[in-house]
């Protein structure tokens, strides 16, 4: 089984007038540029099917406004219940938004799996978020189910939703929830590498897994092994991002990085499937 941890859908009122929803700053950032791709839930059905994608765990943006953030998880609640062996839903908000505990709580009611993608484009994860974030931790350990993060390096080239993160902060957030199953997106921004540390780090990050969203725009494709070899082929995840980039680079990648046949099993689908009790 081959599951996609990481993918975004939108309503089609949001495709098909973009514009009406720039005055969420954050929104207006990421998809200003008519290039980023917007898609519906009948569109990933199809990609899905042209990539050999069993299963994708879907999700919308992480809107400020009530309404907008309603409108896209009313929307993948629906989703899910049309293709119940496909999606595979998480809840998204921000955190600073009126009543986002309630609204995390009543989609996991609705059957969504988990929370994410979180995400904070133009900030680093300070402790005003760190804090922010303990009523929608607690819902998550208390239904244990887990917590996905928009992380990026901190060093590198710009673009579009590279927020201003340190590690450092990254690493105190994950250090005050400790029991929290967190999924890292993108590689963890880099965190990553600090398991090769000798003390602390290993047991402050024993429930993150780092998903391999946008890999082929951050990473040479020998990140696989290295990753592997940092923290284990059991704690990495396929996430693709889409419709940021097809699926089909990624198994490319994962071929020229001499993956074993274990080693694709677990990263592209079973690490998925135990993680979220499927």
Do not use: Q
């Not at 569109?43 to 879907?58: L, R, T, Y």
């Not at 419709?243 to 198994?251: D, K, M, N, W």
């Amino acid at each position: 089984m081959i599951i996609d941890i990481h993918t975004h859908i939108f309503p089609p009122s949001v495709k098909e007038k973009r514009e009406d929803f720039f005055g969420e700053n954050s929104f207006r950032l990421l998809y200003s540029d008519r290039k980023s791709k917007i898609i519906t839930a009948e569109e990933i059905i199809d990609a899905m099917d042209e990539n050999g994608i069993d299963k994708s765990v879907v999700f919308g943006f992480p809107w400020k406004e009530e309404k907008n953030y309603r409108m896209n998880n009313d929307y993948v609640i629906e989703a899910v219940k049309r293709f119940p062996d496909r999606l595979i839903g998480f809840a998204c908000v921000d955190p600073f938004a009126k009543d986002a505990e309630k609204e995390v709580l009543r989609c996991v009611e609705e059957g969504l799996k988990g929370v994410g993608e979180i995400a904070f484009y133009e900030s680093d994860i300070t402790e005003e978020i760190t804090d922010r974030l303990k009523g929608i931790m607690e819902i998550c350990k208390e239904f244990d189910i887990p917590f996905l993060l928009h992380t990026n390096e901190p060093v590198g080239h710009r673009y579009p939703g590279k927020s201003p993160m340190s590690l450092s902060n990254l690493y105190l957030f994950i250090k005050k929830y400790p029991e929290n199953k967190i999924i890292l997106a993108h590689w963890g921004g880099g965190l990553i590498f600090y398991l090769l540390m000798k003390k602390e780090v290993k047991e402050v990050l024993r429930n993150v897994w780092f998903d391999t969203a946008a890999s082929p725009f951050l990473y040479s494709s020998s990140i696989y092994k290295i990753g592997i070899k940092i923290a284990g082929e059991e704690k990495i995840l396929f996430g693709s991002d889409f419709p940021l980039i097809s699926p089909s680079r990624y198994f490319k990648e994962m071929k020229e990085a001499g993956l074993t046949e274990d080693e694709l099993c677990l990263i592209r689908g079973k690490n998925a499937k135990n993680l979220l009790k499927i």
